[in-house]
């Protein structure tokens, strides 16, 4: 159970979000508590699993995956054993980055990294249709990020 987080805990949050490698010294300065309180406040953050990790955030251009698309995918049919195998297809798969099961239209929503159109299409081809739960897949390009 996570404890009641007050308005410094949000503030040191909102501040490893913008920027997870600033030292303890550095958030505290920009929230208003001494180094120790911070250190400690984080420190307790992270032990109850508020905060679960930190990630670097890479530029997909850089990295050769200029491409991004959103995926929305429904399966055939929707049992146990579908979902884990489909579950399984999509951790094996390095453009997809980040893959959500959904309330709505779709099933599930991927979020896309490739290289370039062609790579896109090969995963939709020859990764997803293949497998033979999957009832229909719609994608759409990312043309800019705004947030």
């Given at each position: ?87 399984s297809l999509v ?57």
């Amino acid at each position: 159970m996570h404890k009641k987080l007050d308005k410094y805990d949000f503030a040191i949050l909102r501040t490893l979000e913008s920027d997870s490698a600033l030292t303890n010294a550095r958030i505290a300065e920009k929230v208003g508590l001494s180094t120790s309180q911070c250190s400690r406040r984080r420190a307790a953050l992270e032990a109850s699993g508020v905060i679960v990790g930190y990630h670097a955030r890479l530029d997909p251009q850089a990295m050769g995956r200029a491409l991004r698309a959103v995926v929305r995918v429904n399966l055939a049919s929707h049992s146990k054993d579908s979902a884990a195998e489909f579950t399984s297809l999509v951790s094996q798969s390095e453009e997809i980055q980040e893959a959500f099961a959904v309330s709505g239209d779709a099933d599930y929503v991927l979020l896309v990294q490739c290289a370039d159109l062609t790579a896109f299409a090969s995963l939709v081809h020859e990764t997803l249709l293949p497998f033979s739960n999957v009832g229909q897949v719609k994608s759409e390009i990312v043309l800019r990020g705004l947030k």
